[in-house]
């Protein structure tokens, strides 16, 4: 069959199951689901559905209808997402595809039913270890060449999105979205950011209605990140721990604008290299040198395929490390020197995990003000008990070293 | 298994097969206010409910079983044939009547379903027989009266075994 006729075969697929405006159940349309409207629907679902009756809403009709009518107080709910759009939710998230491993993990750590994610990013697919239960899932590609066949084949009612990063490639995928079938609900959130997350937290949790275990979560992250921010106050700016943090590839450091260089200056380091509008330049070697950092942490990852989730090898971490040693001209460099050098993977560091490995940098640059600060405990709570996955960080994965 | 005598554990694994079955499962139990109604006469059927804030409950009754009224709310009861639904909306109970035929028996059957946990599940089928008299085309194909009565086996059982157990260890 001609793509283009399969394409649109599917978006006059996809409408229906997605494009019904209006609270379900709500018979005159007036926006707000009565008691009186909710109870004949609900006559009307068990009419249809066991006594060879008639009745216009199907068993999730009626349970989006039961959601409404009971969790938000019969009203539909209008959230803000983190592009400041305003979404009105008129059902509950049930069959939801996320473009975002970072809202994928927190909607996990909020307790959402991941039953109800029914297609992931080509990412979070890869990441069996651990996202098990999206290995059986549809992989609908990446941002920037998402499978959009897929997407709509699957009927999702909600597409998540990120907001502030790739917004022209989630723009597009919006934009395609809402042209094709308008009653997908996209929402936009970043999950990754240390500035807004513990507010994107709260806004998902009120969307999927676990606005306790959204302030419980929101609770463990703010306290390490409060005790990061609180240990690292007043320091003043010259007596800032220096660090030179190296990016996967050798001699590409981060500047201002990324990621990682908020995460560093939150927990106090002063990177000498965060001048230029390039994320992550490639600095002179002897440059370095000049610099003369206290602390040197060089981050594995993606681009430096060792450790992480995906495998436990302390000793791939420790080669990295003692090869940065081995650099020329690097004994002379304080952190070499005082053995103040160290290897971090972005799993902890770079998503919504970012409170996890800010917590090492703040323990590395100031081991005296965070003695108390147990990154590692902090890990394994998370996952014990947010994430509620069976990972044990005593044999899996390989986080930070030394 | 220091001092534990055999009589008292064998009572002790009665106990264990008999009250798991007889007091954990579905949120919806039925009780009736006899099992063998006389001719015509109007008998009580209560629904207990547990843990179903929002959902519904579509009863069955057998054959030549009339509905004849609840206490339920009128507008969350729906008659269609012999078949009864009942919307739940924090209920804990709904208690309807039911006329018996002149003669006949069957087993009331019932389904449940949870909106907001989006769980569902059957009501232990109730069986009846007017003046406990079964009629074999009615009752046919539906369960055996001895697998009907296993509940109150399963109770009587267990307590059998719990005074035993007792009597067993005062020994």
Partial sequence: MNRWYLLALLLVLAVPASAAEGIPGDADADGTLTRAEYASAALAYLDAAYMNGAGELDRDGIRDAAWVYARWDGKPREVVDSTGRTVTLYRPLRRVVTFSGESLE??????FDMDKIIAVDKYSHEKSIFFPECREKVNVGSI???DMEKVLSVRPD??????TISTAACDDIQKRLEASSPGIRVLRFDCFKPATYAGEIRTIASIIDETERGEEFASFYGSTMDRIRDGTAGIPDDEKTRVYFE???DYTTVAASAGYNEKTELAGGKNPFAVGTTEYPVVDPEAII???PQVVVKLAGQGLAIGGYAGHDPAALAAIRSALFERPGWS????????????IHSDILG????FIGTAYLAKWFYPDRFADLDPHAVHQRYLTEFQGIDFDLASQGTFAYP | MIGLPANRLFCLVLLFLFVPAAVCGAPVTRTLSTAEPGAGEVFEVSLSIDGIALGGVVETLPAGYAFAGTDHPDDRVLVRGQKIGFTVMDDTAITYSVTAPASGSGDIAGTWEDFLGETDGEVAASHVAVDGIETAAESGGEKPAAQEAAPQFAVVAAAAALLIAGWGGRR
């Fill in chain 1, 290 to 292: 000049v610099a003369d």
């Fill in chain 1, 332 to 343: 002379r460099i304080s952190a070499v020197k005082d053995d103040r050098v160290h290897v």
């Fill in chain 1, 158 to 163: 909600t597409v998540i999105l990120y907001a």
């Fill in chain 1, 247 to 249: 990016y996967w590839f």
């Fill in chain 1, 351 to 354: 998503g919504a995990q970012h």
């Fill in chain 1, 144 to 146: 920037w060449s998402p």
């Fill in chain 1, 106 to 111: 927190t909607l996990r750590s909020l307790g």
